[in-house]
């Protein structure tokens, strides 16, 4: 059943890393809703199939569909690529950033390439295509930036130093600009997923760490030895996946869509990790006991095979 709500109808909305993953989920639900999208990525295959894709969703033959390649770490390509699509007669009226990576590993065997790489994406991928946007939508006094981040983006997890610092810097960053937005209009919001089924975390579950496996559920121990170390494994399960798997893209994506139109500024995708957010400083310490008590029974069990 299509939806009769009207908000998205019309409106020039950009993702970025909308050749897949939540990104990619996003833009066909916009589509649905009957908006003009417009999605960044790398990858020119991957683009076109996702482009087939959103089409497919259409609501409306007037609807513009349109993808682009370009990398979000390089300023100028995405300016040229926002200037485009104002210059076609779309001046945004959403900008939703989901372009990111993630390479964990433990932070002594971690390249420095790793924290830059990720930093350049995460973070400054999301500011550069904010930069582009945001003289079209303080000249038109209107529009809504949606910045992905995660629930390493407020709680440090083991084997994320360079992730969750770059997923920290979006938290900051989305936070200042959403006062500093305001007055002229542009609301602003910030995207707290937790572990969700998108190519970037099956690639990503390749490297992980052992520990960091036990923790997310990656893994189920062989044995808990102690009632801290089953409490701290249910614990585990109930905040950070879905009964032990990772939440979908069009989970996330079905939040974003509701968090946007009823103008919120954090947006979770469920009640767990809202309350995680808002009581984090009681989760900081928990997800610490908790990652501790795992990592203990991660460590026993490589010792033991």
Not at 66 to 89: L, M, N, R, W, Y
Request: net charge negative; glycine share 8%; with cysteine.
């Amino acid at each position: 059943m299509r939806n009769t709500d009207t908000y998205f109808q019309g409106k020039n909305v950009i993702v970025t890393g909308g050749s897949s993953g939540i990104g990619k989920a996003m833009a066909r639900l916009l589509a649905r809703e009957g908006s003009d999208v417009f999605i960044i990525a790398r990858d020119q295959a991957k683009l076109d199939q996702a482009l087939q894709e959103i089409e497919a969703e259409r609501i409306d033959a007037q609807q513009q569909f349109k993808d682009f390649s370009a990398d979000v770490t390089d300023p100028e390509e995405v300016e040229a690529i926002i200037d485009a699509i104002v210059e076609a007669g779309h001046p945004p009226d959403i900008l939703v950033n989901s372009a990111g990576i993630a390479h964990p590993g433990h932070f002594k065997e971690l390249p420095l390439s790793s924290f830059t790489n990720q930093m350049n994406v995460n973070y400054f991928g999301t500011l550069h295509t904010v930069r582009a946007v945001l003289p079209y939508m303080m000249d038109q006094g209107s529009g809504r930036i949606v910045n992905v981040s995660s629930v390493g983006g407020f709680i440090g997890g083991f084997g994320y130093s360079a992730y969750g610092a770059s997923k920290f810097a979006v938290c900051g960053f989305t936070e200042a600009l959403r006062a500093e937005l305001k007055p002229h209009g542009i609301g602003v919001s910030i995207v707290f997923p937790a572990d969700t089924d998108t190519p970037q975390l099956r690639e990503e579950r390749k490297v992980q760490p052992f520990e960091l496996k036990m923790v997310n559920g990656a893994v189920e121990p062989k044995k808990l030895d102690r009632l801290s170390e089953t409490l701290a494994h249910r614990l585990a399960k109930w905040l950070l996946t879905d009964d032990g798997e990772p939440m979908s893209p069009e989970q996330v994506a079905t939040a974003i869509i509701r968090g946007i139109r009823r103008g919120h500024y954090t947006i979770f995708p469920d009640k767990t990790l809202k309350l995680a957010y808002y009581l984090r400083g009681f989760m900081v310490p928990l997800g610490n006991w908790i990652q501790d008590q795992l990592i203990t029974v991660a460590r026993r069990e490589q010792s033991t095979d």
